[in-house]
């Protein structure tokens, strides 16, 4: 016997009922994008090393330690492409909008989910593979933008049920105001740069922003003391920041300025956002966006605001969990009980005929042991939760008939129904009183 092969570590297998969570939460995203505009892109998994180096910063944790990047072969002229499992998926979107000239006529409204990689320890919230989904706005430079798509967010939580979040807002100003700030930044860490950690250390000159969101209690104190971004922020950066927390106030969306909130990848500016909660642990932060103008120029584009957020399915998912929210797992409408294998023919073709007309329907199929008996047969049917069995015995089809038992009011009632014309009857299994 050959070993048993498992899964990659921290790449999970989301099966049945689990996988029904998943659909869920996937219908209910694309009902309300498309509620709000927004228009489904699908990138590639895999992209050049080289768009996340220049678009997530070459310095960065993603970048340094995490990405999963390879040499791939080489082509018939000898030349090997770098290539990398995309570890977010904002900077493919961009790229995807940059090659196809999409902002041509105009900004546009545009979401994603999918699959992103990055090889860190696996803990719950954070695995090597996991799922992200995205709203993008390109092209649109104010607040207002930045607004809707917090809304968009809040609307989320709402049509999920999700309620132990709350939303944690920061501005990151424009480069020459984090210019400032980093230059006192590092003059403020190089003082106390006994009090940091090995982290610390490391980042102090390559990306000191990041050392405000470190996690080390034992560094709370010199964070705490640190220079505060907004105290260098223009005019126009604060005006921004202003007319986004007006428009919030105005549609009741609490919020609170966090200014440690900052961000690990180099292409945001101006407004940056989280929903967070405690519920999860170190893996608090549900989901996080915020401004991106100088990105679609990074990547090699014509220069073009942007705006969009990111969130964790696994996290969203726990955190339904934790909240003791219920999803109910598909069930068919109706189980087929087939007693005789010669029956077969007939009973696909009617079984085919009640799809056709929007009946969920599950067959009962022989096993290498052939088909179960009536008794276990009706058993199962009642255990996949259907409402009905249809019953194929061989006086029903005798008479060309198939008996339709009620199995979840308590009444136990039958009916028989023609096989001749499904269509006129398939309806009845999805009324609220199907048998007159």
Not at 101 to 107: I, W
Not at 292 to 317: S, T
Not at 374 to 393: N, V
Request: charged letters at 25%.
């Amino acid at each position: 016997m050959a070993d048993k092969l498992n899964a990659v570590k921290g790449m999970n297998d989301i099966l049945p009922p689990e996988s029904a969570r998943w659909e869920w939460l996937e219908a209910t995203v694309r009902e309300l994008m498309g509620r709000f505009a927004y228009r489904n892109v699908r990138t590639p998994i895999l992209e050049h090393t080289a768009l996340f180096v220049r678009g997530i910063g070459e310095v960065t944790d993603i970048v340094e330690k995490e990405m999963y990047a390879f040499e791939d072969r080489s082509d018939k002229h000898g030349q090997a492409e770098h290539l990398a499992m995309r570890p977010e998926n904002t900077a493919g979107l961009v790229r995807a909008v940059i090659e196809h000239n999409m902002l041509y006529d105009g900004p546009k409204r545009l979401w994603y989910t999918g699959p992103m990689f990055r090889r860190e320890k696996p803990q719950r919230g954070r695995y090597r593979q996991f799922h992200q989904i995205g709203a993008e706005a390109l092209g649109f430079a104010g607040p207002d933008v930045d607004a809707e798509l917090i809304l968009l967010a809040n609307a989320l939580w709402k049509a999920i049920g999700l309620t132990d979040v709350r939303l944690e807002l920061n501005s990151l100003g424009q480069p020459a105001e984090r210019a400032q700030h980093r230059a006192q930044l590092i003059a403020h860490f190089e003082q106390h740069a006994d009090k940091l950690d090995e982290d610390g250390k490391r980042r102090l000159h390559s990306n000191p922003l990041r050392i405000l969101d470190t996690k080390n209690p034992a560094m709370k104190e010199v964070v705490e003391a640190a220079p505060k971004l907004i105290d260098f922020l223009g005019a126009e950066s604060l005006a921004h920041f202003e007319g986004l927390q007006a428009i919030l106030r105005a549609n009741d969306i609490a919020f609170t300025i966090n200014p440690r909130l900052v961000r690990g990848l180099d292409y945001y500016n101006l407004s940056v956002f989280e929903f967070v909660t405690d519920r999860l642990g170190a893996q608090g932060t549900v989901c996080a966006g915020g401004r991106y103008d100088d990105l679609i120029a990074q990547i090699g584009g014509k220069p073009a605001p942007a705006v969009g957020w990111a969130m964790g399915v696994e996290r969203v998912l726990d955190l339904l969990k934790e909240q003791g929210a219920a999803v109910a797992a598909p069930v068919p409408t109706a189980y087929a009980v087939v007693p005789d294998a010669a029956s077969m023919p007939v009973v696909l073709r009617t079984l085919q005929a009640l799809r056709e007309s929007g009946v969920s329907v599950q067959m009962h199929a022989a096993t290498a042991d052939g088909l179960s008996s009536f008794k276990a047969q009706m058993k199962k049917a009642d255990a996949s939760g259907a409402p009905y069995a249809l019953i194929f015995g061989a006086d029903e089809l005798a008479r060309g008939e198939v008996t339709i038992k009620a199995l979840r009011d308590g009444s136990g009632a039958q009916t028989a129904r023609v096989l001749s014309d499904v269509a006129a009857w398939a309806a009845t299994l999805q009324s609220p009183v199907p048998f007159h």
